[in-house]
T-cell receptor
Framework: GESVGLHLPTLSVQEGDNSIINCAYS??????FIWYKQESGKGPQFIID?????DKRQGQRVTVLLNKTVKHLSLQIAATQPGDSAVYFC???????????????FGKGTKLSVKP | GAVVSQHPSWVICKSGTSVKIECRSLDFQATTMFWYRQFPKQSLMLMAT?????????EQGVEKDKFLINHASLTLSTLTVTSAHPEDSSFYICSARDRVDTQYFGPGTRLTVL
């Protein structure tokens, strides 16, 4: 289930189950979104991105869904594995279509814990 | 893919000393580099944006005289934490943006100020 800790929400799933991590973004003008995975003591690692002209994008075992109406982003991980245990951050940015107008703004993050 | 390195990966220093952290883009040129700070169980907070050959742009609340940033070349940016204090202990992460606007993150530097 999902719980909110002192700073970081945690999602616990069983190995093999699907995981869904949610993110509410803040700027309605943002047009580019990225999901990052961060393992303990390491920098963020790119997982998948999506531009605002799409509402779904699939990668290997991961799917990102974008709902611009409610400013919501989700990351779905299929057949979750112990190696998926990490903190996941969504990030938003304005300026996907040429130029570099905006900086990445990171969400609060969700800790995914996979039980064997 | 593109690689960004940071050095050192961790550092412990005494209060009042200065610490320099290097960020390098290893196989691409980065006109823009970013410095983030991350406290335990929190998200990455942008500290400053560093453009090669010009002064860094600092985010609100970040002291430019305390966190000195130098971006002397297209592959190197440095962050110097001057007169470090225990509250500066944090995980510092840099990222580098290439010419097609893709941002790559470094592995981070753990700073502990005693």
């Amino acid at each position: 289930g999902e719980s909110v800790g002192l700073h970081l929400p945690t999602l616990s799933v069983q190995e093999g189950d699907n995981s869904i991590i949610n993110c509410a973004y803040s700027n309605s003008a943002s047009d580019y979104f990225i999901w990052y995975k961060q393992e303990s003591g390491k920098g963020p690692q790119f997982i998948i991105d999506i531009r605002s002209n799409m509402d779904k994008r699939q990668g290997q075992r991961v799917t990102v869904l974008l709902n611009k109406t409610v400013k919501h982003l989700s990351l779905q991980i299929a057949a979750t594995q112990p190696g998926d245990s990490a903190v996941y951050f969504c990030a938003e940015k304005k300026g996907a279509y040429g130029g570099s107008q905006g900086n990445l703004i990171f969400g609060k993050g969700t800790k995914l814990s996979v039980k064997p | 893919g593109a690689v960004v390195s940071q050095h050192p990966s961790w550092v412990i220093c005494k209060s009042g000393t200065s610490v320099k952290i290097e960020c390098r883009s290893l196989d691409f040129q980065a006109t823009t580099m970013f410095w983030y700070r991350q406290f335990p169980k929190q998200s990455l907070m942008l500290m400053a944006t560093s453009n090669e050959g010009s002064k860094a742009t600092y985010e609100q609340g970040v002291e430019k005289d305390k966190f000195l940033i130098n971006h002397a070349s297209l592959t190197l940016s440095t962050l110097t934490v001057t007169s470090a204090h225990p509250e500066d202990s944090s995980f510092y992460i840099c990222s580098a943006r290439d010419r097609v606007d893709t941002q790559y993150f470094g592995p981070g530097t753990r700073l502990t100020v005693l």
